[in-house]
């Protein structure tokens, strides 16, 4: 019965229809792109400079002192060209941390804006995917930036540079899943600090995107197998310069592990936000 | 199991328990609401109302006990019953990042609502609670009576069948207080049946048909709030308020001046039915508070009574 004038209209209480999963997922995922939409222009524009300075500051710079020093030393393939799927897998994986960090903490800390979320027909599963499928499709944007920035520059040795955006993709995945999880226990940014400065600038560095891990210390090079980023970088790599063929063991290899993280990041998201939602 | 009063409450709670761990939040409470009442907790910090009100919400797993909200088992069908709330919690839960609007658009899409249903929906909903003004600024700078107008027009997006509300207007002016009393009154006329929390006794009173008393973790009385006045207090009270000092040397020189004495740190209640009379006997005895105030009874002394600490500190 409507009550004329009224914004609010009795329902039955006998009127509880059912709603699939997918179609909270949605939702939620529909929510990440509100929130964008206010903020978009600054996040582009940040996602073509960074890549512009670091393809002239590495790339040109410091490519054109590699590759007259030791011209054999990369296979022969121009240092940028060896550097820049290796840099774009690297840099999505960077911002892919920040994804899974801040609107986490906010969501349950700050705003709260997933108890909010949780009170309506919306599940932890969704709730929980909705925000890692967002740092997917952010993982993608920066990676077709970075990709098409890559092109300008004419630093793709072949057409398959492309591929290092999937690749980005499910490396994005196997950092962001578990440090969603993560963050989930967390209240504060205390943590982050020390994950930025002792985890994710340290692999950033060293997990061969500037230079081949088996110039890494010995001790060092069981902890690039370990953690996830070198397997995306190496792959991009070999999609780029059209090497795979090379070492088709190795590069199935970094796909499976590579999918195991993403996996293994999706459950522990969704396990540790359904913990904290259910008080 | 007690026969209930009408054919299906709406929500429908016996020996309902809430554990943290080996803490017990929520002990065993009982009690029943049907459709178009609205229904208080009433209690002091930490009794177990948003305990209660978390598990009536489908949000946090019941520990020990039945409870069936329009029927169901909110273990097993928590997003549908959900989806037939309005859920108004203690804390903000409001996005920052989005304007007014935005934030009951969204929500209207979390309810499965079309986009043009949801932003038709949201205005109305603004209009409503005064807010279509500030449809677009962003929520943060928004004062504490607004943003908690903005999420009661949140919890109606879905018409919902049910809204709960906890400590609604704790926090707030007296005049975003009335203006957020008026918005609740008039859903009650429309029929929605509110489940409110409150410390307020004035807020029960005003908003309340019937309402449950919580003292740690328990139910310690129940009915409308004239039943709990006249169950577990007189019709008036005389307060008398001594100089500092005199309060502690009057023993013996009290008792016997109404039904019942009650010493707080700051004055003494007399309960009786006739507070003018009680007030004449204090002074036959020669007793000169420096104030004497004459009032009906409320339900801060039915808490009074009933826990033997006042509601508000
Ligand atoms: N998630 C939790 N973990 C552990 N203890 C909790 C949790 N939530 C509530 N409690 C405890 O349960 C008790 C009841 O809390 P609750 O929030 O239900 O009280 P309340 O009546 O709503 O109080 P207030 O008027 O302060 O809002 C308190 O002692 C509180 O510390
Ligand atoms: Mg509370």
Redesign the interface.
């Known amino acids: 019965m409507a ?1 004329s004038g ?14 699939s999963p997918l ?2 997922l949605g ?2 995922y ?2 990440m792109w ?2 964008y939409r ?1 903020t978009w222009r600054g996040s582009i524009f940040g996602s073509f400079v960074q890549p512009v300075l670091f393809l002239l500051a590495m790339g040109v710079g410091l490519g054109t002192y590699v590759d007259t020093a030791s011209p054999d030393a990369l296979g022969g393939v121009p240092y940028i060209q060896w550097l820049a799927p290796a840099l774009l897998v690297s840099t999505v994986m960077q911002g892919s941390v920040f994804e899974a960090t801040f609107p986490v903490l906010g969501g349950f800390n ?4 997933y ?9 932890p599963f969704a709730i929980a995917f909705g925000q890692l499928g967002w740092v997917v499709t952010r993982a993608l944007m920066v990676a077709s930036i970075f990709a098409f920035v890559i092109l300008l520059f004419g630093a793709a040795a072949t057409p398959g540079i492309v591929l290092a955006i999937p690749v980005a993709m499910l490396t994005a995945l196997a950092f962001a899943g578990p440090v969603a999880a993560f963050m989930s226990t967390q209240r504060d940014t205390a943590a982050f600090n020390s994950i930025w400065r002792f985890g994710v600038t340290p692999l950033f560095l060293f997990s061969g995107t500037f230079f081949p891990i088996d110039r890494l210390p010995d001790f060092l090079q069981p902890i690039a197998w370990v953690l996830p980023l070198w397997h995306g970088v190496d792959l991009a790599r070999a999609l780029a310069l059209g090497t795979v063929g090379q070492q088709p063991l190795l590069h199935l290899a970094h796909l499976v592990i590579l999918l195991a993280g993403a996996i293994v990041g999706l459950v522990a998201t969704y396990v540790m936000f359904k913990r904290k ?3 | 199991m007690t026969p209930d009063e009408s054919p299906t409450p709406l929500i429908h709670a016996r020996g309902l328990t809430k554990k943290f761990g080996e803490f017990t939040a929520v002990d065993a409470v009982d009690f029943d609401v049907a459709s178009g009442e609205s229904f208080g907790f009433l209690g002091p910090n930490g009794a177990g109302k948003t305990s209660t009100m978390r598990m009536v919400g489908c949000v946090s797993p019941v520990t020990a006990g039945t409870l069936r909200i329009l029927g169901l088992d909110p273990n097993v069908d928590g997003p549908r019953i959900r989806g037939r709330l309005g859920v108004v919690p203690q804390q903000d839960t409001l996005d920052t990042e989005l304007s007014v609007r935005d934030n009951l658009v969204i929500y209207a899409r979390y309810f499965g609502m079309s986009h043009a249903e949801a932003r038709t929906k949201a205005d109305a909903l603004l209009e409503f609670v005064q807010l279509a003004e500030r449809a677009k600024d962003k929520v943060e700078p928004l004062s504490g009576g607004m943003k908690r107008r903005l999420t009661i027009a949140r919890a109606l997006i879905n018409d919902p069948s049910i809204l709960l509300l906890d400590e609604p207007t704790t926090g707030l002016d007296p005049q975003a207080r009335h203006l957020l009393w008026d918005r609740l009154y008039r859903l009650k006329q429309q029929g929605v049946t509110l489940v409110l929390t409150t410390h307020y006794m004035d807020e029960a009173e005003q908003l309340c048909d019937r309402l449950v008393v919580m003292d740690k973790a328990r139910i310690v009385a129940e009915g409308s709030p004239l039943q709990l006045i006249e169950r577990y207090s007189t019709r008036e009270v005389t307060e008398l308020r001594f100089a500092v000092g005199v309060q502690e040397t009057l023993d013996g020189q009290l008792e016997g001046l109404g039904e019942r004495i009650e010493r707080l740190p700051d004055r003494v209640l007399v309960y009786s039915n006739d507070g003018e009379a009680a007030a004449a006997a204090a002074n036959q005895r020669g007793l000169r508070p420096e104030t004497v105030l004459v009032r009906r009874s409320s339900l801060e002394d039915v808490f009074l009574r009933l826990t033997g600490r006042s509601l508000v500190d």
């Open positions: 009550v009224a914004p609010y209209r009795l329902r039955s209480a006998g009127d509880l229809p059912r709603r179609a909270g939702a939620a529909e929510h509100l929130i206010r700050w705003d709260r804006r108890h909010g979320m949780y009170a309506t027909p919306l599940t939602l259910e008080r």
